[in-house]
């Protein structure tokens, strides 16, 4: 068995402890372009080999073990609805009255039945999952593990990719609530975020999706029946509509390769400024695109529209005729300004906001930063529209902008100085390399205000010296220092393809799940380690990010053969319920 397939086996306690012996004694002895092999070496991390053509898959998760239909297309979205759906329509069927209720965890479900018919629904929901890899759990309340009685229940048909490695299990369940029911009250076993005791002549209606929580598209009109009580607007609901501006290019295109040349020789001073100003690693594309756009359909439903802006490229893979997404040409928005064709990421940010119908509030992000789990809009706005920044421990350097400066750290020196002669403040730290939340509104009055800089950015074909970074830094401290943007916070992680150390980063990130976003970056693709590193991210991203997205062709074809199997409804109902709790 070779060295891998043994490890990938191995415990990680044990792996771990292994890597970390290695990679404090021996790899410091190990010539620096061979490490990051080693390191692969001891860390693998895609999935091991697993049967073709399976229908399910036992696999473990937090939970425990537990069995999962394989649905190469699945998203968490569709899951989530999936089990509340079958939920409600089986209560229908029975004649069990229910009505929706909100929950705190956005990814759940909850409906609320009558405590009468708890019996009676325990007993269907039993029947539901027998036979067909359903999970039912019981969910103990905050302070109320000692009960005896389960008070609510989850239900949950969990689906995994064809490797096993990303189950959408539990945590999208259907909670089932049994209520109290007193002469005029009915009561909720536990807190939710709009009442859990109402009338119980609470009028009965109707409301579509969107109401319950923020983990759903905003054009999502389906309805589901509930309490009159749970339909009310509340201060921290977030109902402005946000985009996605993606910008993207192919640095192995031979036609694009061309204008670079010709752009290079045009510009002459780049020799004497900075190495990275025109550096290959800028330009190299892995494919991390079509994982940020599946991490941003499996975790952000809510996004409204996503822009993708190029120089006239498209990825072979991406299905261009997706309503919600929106090719953008340099040309389009950078109209009669600024020289194209254009190799400068700042010169492009810089004419962002001009994207037609563009809307007010939108998320600019790099194709190398993707979302790590599912997220809600309020970890990127406030429910009035300001803007939240995430500024880094990473300083500014404070010594006046030099020669020697990178790129970047330039860009970071000219916008501390607009900053300081326009509010007398001083700007000492940088942004984290996660989405940037963005006004339109803000940029359109920065450019109007700092008209020279920007048009200046706009005009470089590559990083100058004299460039400002407007939506990565500039835009998020003029927002906070005229009152329409606040600090936020995110679980983040950051790492440098080229560190040894990242192939143990990225394993724990697979194992625990737990950032809000996160970036594999690359120094300098020059490196005599390069293929390394595009054999790290090859193996890491598909095994995060399984699911095929419906912005990739092949998502049409998979969809039509991974309909989920009808229900084993001919299983005897059990006479008792005992219910596994939930973990």
């Not at 905050?142 to 005896?148: C, H, M, N, P, T």
């Not at 409204?304 to 490229?313: A, G, I, K, P, S």
């Not at 049409?556 to 109902?573: F, K, S």
Request: aromatic residues 8%.
């Amino acid at each position: 068995m070779a060295l891998r397939q043994i490890l990938r086996l191995t415990p990680w306690s044990v792996r771990r402890r292994i890597f970390e012996t290695v990679e404090t004694r021996v790899l410091p002895r190990v010539a620096p372009e061979r490490r990051l092999r080693i390191a692969r070496t001891l860390m693998p991390l895609g999935p091991g080999r697993r049967p073709a053509d399976v229908t399910a898959l036992r696999v473990r998760t937090p939970a425990g073990w537990l069995t999962a239909r394989v649905d190469p297309a699945a998203a968490p979205a569709d899951v989530r609805r999936r089990n509340l759906d079958r939920v409600v329509q089986a209560l229908d069927r029975a004649g069990i009255d229910w009505f929706r209720v909100p929950v705190r965890a956005a990814v759940r479900t909850s409906v609320a039945v009558r405590r009468t018919d708890r019996d009676r629904t325990l007993r269907l929901l039993a029947e539901l999952v027998t036979g067909d890899h359903g999970t039912l759990r019981t969910v103990f309340p905050a302070g109320r593990r000692g009960r005896r009685e389960a008070e609510v229940v989850s239900v949950s048909w969990p689906v995994t990719d064809p490797g096993g490695s990303l189950v959408l299990g539990p945590e999208l369940g259907c909670e089932v609530e049994f209520w109290r029911v007193t002469k005029d009250r009915l009561i909720s076993p536990r807190r939710n975020p709009v009442a859990d005791d109402i009338p119980a002549d609470e009028p009965e209606t109707t409301a579509a999706e969107p109401v319950f929580g923020s983990f759903a598209a905003r054009d999502d009109t389906t309805e589901y029946r509930t309490r009159r009580v749970f339909t009310t607007v509340d201060p921290d609901r977030i109902d402005f509509p946000i985009d996605v501006v993606y910008t993207w290019v192919d640095g192995g295109d031979p036609e694009w390769q061309q204008r670079k040349a010709r752009a290079l020789e045009r510009n002459p001073w780049i020799g004497d400024v900075s190495a990275q100003a025109a550096n290959d690693s800028r330009y190299v594309s892995r494919d991390e695109l079509r994982y940020s756009l599946r991490a941003l359909h499996c975790f952000a439903p809510w996004v409204r529209r996503v822009f993708l802006v190029t120089d006239d490229q498209t990825p072979s893979w991406l299905d261009r005729a997706h309503p919600r997404l929106t090719l953008v040409s340099h040309r389009e928005i950078f109209g009669d300004t600024g020289t194209l064709p254009t190799f400068n990421s700042q010169a492009i940010e810089s004419r962002l906001h001009r994207i037609p119908e563009l809307a007010e509030h939108f998320l600019y992000l790099n194709d190398d930063v993707i979302l790590g789990r599912p997220v809600g809009p309020e970890l990127f706005f406030t429910p009035g529209g300001l803007a939240k920044f995430f500024a880094s421990a990473a300083r500014v350097d404070t010594a006046p902008r030099g020669p020697a400066d990178r790129p970047a750290d330039s860009a970071a020196k000219n916008n501390r100085r607009l900053i300081q002669e326009t509010f007398g403040r001083m700007l000492t730290r940088k942004m984290m390399h996660t989405p940037h939340p963005s006004r339109r509104s803000v940029i359109e009055e920065i450019e109007d205000r700092f008209a020279e800089h920007v048009r200046a950015t706009a005009g470089h074909q590559f990083r100058h010296p004299d460039d400002i970074s407007l939506l990565s830094s500039l835009q998020q401290y003029y927002a906070y220092l005229t009152g329409r943007a606040a600090p936020g916070r995110i679980r983040y992680l950051y790492t440098d393809l080229a560190q040894p150390a990242t192939p143990l980063r990225l394993a724990r990130l697979l194992r625990s799940r737990d950032v809000d976003a996160f970036c594999l970056n690359d120094v300098d693709v020059h490196s005599a380690a390069v293929a390394d590193q595009e054999a790290l991210v090859a193996e890491f991203l598909p095994a995060y990010l399984p699911f095929v997205s419906p912005f990739e062709t092949q998502h049409r074809v998979l969809r039509a053969i991974a309909a989920p199997r009808r229900p084993n409804t001919d299983r005897p109902v059990p006479p008792d319920v005992a219910l596994p709790p939930v973990a």
